[in-house]
Structure formats: C-alpha cells, structure tokens
C-alpha cells in the first residue's frame, strides 16, 4: 500500500512498501514529490500499480545485474548468435557499475554517476554501445510487464565526436590491387575493393551466386567470419542484392574458379560450393584476409585502412563521380538512402565557392 506524507507546503513524501529483503528487514521505495496533494495521490497510485506488476516482494528486490541476466536468456532466440555474444560482453562490462543497484530504485542521475568510469576506461564507441544496450535492456522490462515505466528514459548516449573517415580514393584503390594481384587471397581482395560488400558477404558467395553470361553477383547469404559458418540470412533484408562486375573482377574469378577444380583436398560443386573457402571446405579465416590486406599496404606504400574501410572507399568514390545517392544506396544494401547519407555525407561534404567578376 502507498503512503502519501506531507512535508511541507506542496511538498509530500511518497512511500511504496514492496515486501521484505532476504535479511527480513522491510523493502521499500521512496520519493519526494512536488505539487498538489491530489497529484502526490494519483504518483502514488501510479506507483503502486508499477510496483505490484513485478509479481511479488522477490520480483520488486531483482538488482539490475539480476535483470539483465534474465534479459540475456529472454533474447537468445530473437537476436544472431553474434549479437547476443556483444550483448553478453556488455552486461559483463555493466554489472561491476551497476548490478547491484535494485530495480525498483533505479534513477538516471545515480546510473550516470556510475557509468562515469567508461569515460576514461573504454573507447567512444564502445561507451556508446554499452549505453545503447542497457536503454534496450530496460526497454524490454517495460515489454515483458517487468516495469510499467522505463526509468532509464531519460539516459543519454554519450556524443561521439565523428572521426574522419579512412578511404583511398581511385588512383589508391587501383594502386592497392596492383599490389594485390601478388599475393593468394588476390580474388577475395578484389571483389572487396570493387563492389563495397561487407566481408562476410563476400565469403558466403556460392557459385551459383556468380552469373559470368549476365556479369553479375547477387548477395543471397553472409558467413560468420568468427565462427566461420554461413548464415542462409543477409544482414537485413535490403542486403539481398545484385551488382554489375568488371570483366576484369570476371575474368579473376573465372581463373580462381579454375584453380578451385584442381585442388583435392575439398571437391568442386558447380552450384552450391562456396567461391572462398579453406582446406577443410569451411568458409576462408578474416585473420588471413586481415594480414594479406596488411601486406598489401605495406608493399604499394598505402597507409593503414581496415578491411571495411575498403567498403566506405567504394562509397565515396561513387558518391565523389556524381552517382546518386539511390544508387550507392542499392549498392551497399543500405535499406534507406538516410543511412548513406548519415556515414557518407562528410567524406563527400564540399563545394566551389563563388567567382566575382571584379
């Protein structure tokens, strides 16, 4: 039952009694509210029905860190196997913070104060992620009738200042496959630095995913370039897509085609067997990807990009020559143009000024 105590004028003390802690000792939240009596009363009714969907005194006394435990076995079957693993780091990362702190007495301002060791312990990003993964924890007590509010709703991501995005332009580009035609992972390598596929995109090709007559590539699947398995999925939706190659991309594919027939350790299926694969048939390590691209760097000069940077590079030098925004868009498999724009609107971001005649 709640309890409505005066204070002062317009000043009242609200008081939910939520059951009793393991110690036996009495459990209950308080707050101090502003306004009329009538307002305290109908807070304190808001509460009381809050309190009492958490089924129970045990329910009402869960800490955080015992919440978001239950969170991570209640999403295991809706998110990847790869989500859920980040997820699983966050909460491991959060729960020294903020575990202890009880459900039912949660505050922003307390979570914030907390949260202050990340500033200096973690990157920007990753703070930014932990952030975005407690709010979509919380968010999800509100769903499950947990809570009937969010009380982390006013918590704030952190800004992250925008760094300036790494990428070659043309003459580097053509520059790093001249390098790369040297090395083994040369096709793999290629088709990265020419279509903007993601990484693990280009390691789930299949044959059949390879029209050499029409000179197209459609992205029906994406591998884990973890665990090394193929996911019959793309990221989203919008990932499916087909897109128009060189012949010169073609004419490295047919010959590493060719040089796949010869090799007897996994047998050549014409439809379904993957165009990157390792010795054991399963889909090519990102580590050795990873170094080949270092080695290619290092001979042709470039300075360090990531392989994802190979991605963005495609982007801004089809955005630089004038292509549209849909196109890109279609391009990389982003399901709204927005989405280009937001990462790719500052690599591009110029202009000519103007040309007085006097």
Request: with cysteine; glycine share 6%; proline share 4%.
């Amino acid at each position: 039952m709640a309890q409505v105590r005066r204070r002062g004028p317009n000043n009242y003390t609200i008081i939910v009694y939520l059951g009793r802690k393991e110690n036996g000792k009495k459990d209950c939240y308080s707050e101090t509210f502003y306004g009329e009596r009538r307002e305290a009363n109908m807070r304190a009714a808001e509460l009381e029905i809050q309190f009492k969907r958490r089924r129970g005194p045990k329910k009402a006394a869960m800490t955080l860190g015992d919440y978001l435990d239950k969170w991570l076995d209640g999403i295991q079957d809706n998110v990847t196997p790869r989500t859920h693993e980040k997820y699983s780091w966050h909460v491991k990362r959060l729960k020294p913070l903020v575990g202890d702190l009880q459900l039912s007495k949660l505050d922003v301002l307390d979570v914030k104060e907390r949260l202050k060791p990340l500033n200096s312990d973690v990157a920007p990003r990753t703070r930014k992620d932990l952030y975005c993964t407690l709010r979509s924890a919380m968010r999800q007590a509100v769903d499950w009738g947990i809570l009937l509010i969010n009380p982390l709703a006013g918590l704030k991501t952190p800004r992250m200042q925008k760094k300036e995005m790494n990428v070659l332009n043309l003459a580097e580009v053509e520059q790093f496959l001249e390098a790369a035609k040297a090395y083994k992972h040369y096709p793999v390598i290629r088709v990265l630095a020419v279509t903007g596929l993601r990484l693990g995109e280009v390691l789930g090709l299949k044959w059949g995913d390879i029209n050499f007559d029409k000179c197209t590539l459609t992205v029906k699947r994406a591998a884990d370039c973890r665990r090394r398995i193929l996911k019959e999925e793309t990221k989203t939706e919008s990932s499916r897509r087909t897109i128009e190659l060189d012949q010169e991309t073609l004419s490295v594919l047919a010959a590493h085609r060719e040089t796949q027939k010869k090799e007897k350790a996994v047998p050549f299926r014409k439809r379904d067997g993957l165009v990157f694969h390792s010795q054991d048939g399963r889909p090519l390590r990102e580590g050795a990807i990873r170094i080949t691209k270092n080695r290619i760097l290092k001979k042709s000069g470039l300075r360090h990009i990531r392989l994802h940077d190979l991605r963005h590079s495609v982007a801004t030098i089809k955005l630089n020559a004038g292509e549209s925004l849909i196109s890109v868009a279609g391009l990389l498999g982003h399901a709204n143009p927005s989405t280009t724009v937001k990462t790719y609107a500052h690599p591009v971001r110029g202009g000519r000024g103007l040309t007085p005649k006097t």
